[in-house]
């Protein structure tokens, strides 16, 4: 009885093939992209039902005057392309906000990333200036933009020095504590071993910071952007900051929200490039290549 159990057991077992190398990874592809598929999707539905609701909301509830809605905002965004702004084409308006941006992003994370390098292994400099840093970072960066526009003009040169001094301290502080978070005992071992001040600290603590470095630049432009906008808010001819600050004058809520979209915009791309690069540089670190930055 019992060996009659044991083969009708064994008759209904399914046999399972081995599958190749091939067949597994093209499995893995497939799964990655039914995942990436349904993430897109329920991104979508969620901006369609966002919308769709703002749009019903404005058209039946709420004044679109103040609040707008999306099709004026539409609206906008075609007629700036299509017919250009008040101060001229789109192009050149994104042209100079992205700029200034770029420039106060590269000498501000430059600058940043030397200077809190250096403190952060310096204990004795460090407390020197630690005062003096932590006061020029707590002036309001709306006045500072205000004297750089009576220092510099209306020109590009205030709006990148207003860029630099909040993309400067983005960056500063998180090199500053990776260079201050460097295994001691792998520099002692260094030192040990021959190498230089300048070899330990292009070959360790550069490495070791790169992290605190590459995750800081993420805000940093953010920072960038908005500090490229409220030097034009402040005083310009020309930008998107200006087309936002004109929108408001004329109570243009659509040009408001129009402005914000091209500047979220070109956040997101720069945000995608930055990743990227993070990406390639730290693709020896396995942990950190296989990362991704959801929030």
Do not use: C
Not at 163 to 171: I, K, S
């Amino acid at each position: 009885m019992s060996h009659d159990v044991v083969e009708r057991s064994s008759a209904v077992v399914p046999v399972v093939e081995n599958e190749s190398e091939e067949q597994i990874l093209a499995r893995v592809r497939a799964n990655a992209k039914r995942a990436r598929i349904r993430t897109w999707g329920l991104r979508l539905a969620l901006v369609a039902l966002w919308l769709g609701s703002w749009e019903l909301t404005a058209s039946l509830w709420i004044d679109p005057f103040f609040y707008s809605k999306p099709s004026l905002i539409w609206e906008r965004l075609v007629e700036w392309f299509a017919r250009g702004t008040q101060f001229g084409s789109i192009w050149l308006q994104i042209y100079t906000t992205v700029e200034e941006a770029v420039l106060g992003f590269v000498i501000g994370a430059v600058a940043g990333v030397v200077l809190g390098v250096l403190l952060g292994r310096s204990r004795y400099w460090a407390e020197v200036l630690a005062p003096f840093i932590k006061a020029l970072n707590a002036v309001p960066r709306i006045v500072l933009a205000a004297l750089f526009i009576i220092w510099f003009g209306l020109g590009l040169s205030s709006k990148v020095a207003t860029v630099v001094v909040l993309v400067f301290f983005a960056v500063f502080f998180n090199a500053f504590t990776g260079a201050r978070e460097v295994d001691g005992n792998v520099i002692n071992n260094a030192r040990i071993l021959g190498a230089s001040r300048r070899q330990v600290l292009t070959s360790i603590v550069l490495p070791s910071a790169t992290t605190w470095i590459l995750s800081s630049l993420h805000t940093a432009f953010g920072f960038a952007l908005i500090g490229a906008v409220v030097g034009e808010y402040a005083g310009a001819s020309k930008g998107l900051g200006l087309l936002i600050s004109n929108a408001q004058g004329t109570f243009d809520s659509a040009g408001i929200y129009a402005g914000m979209i091209l500047i979220t915009v070109i956040a997101l791309v720069a945000e995608w490039g930055i990743g990227m690069a993070e990406n390639r540089l730290l693709k020896w670190r396995p942990s950190q290549a296989t990362a991704s930055h959801g929030v």
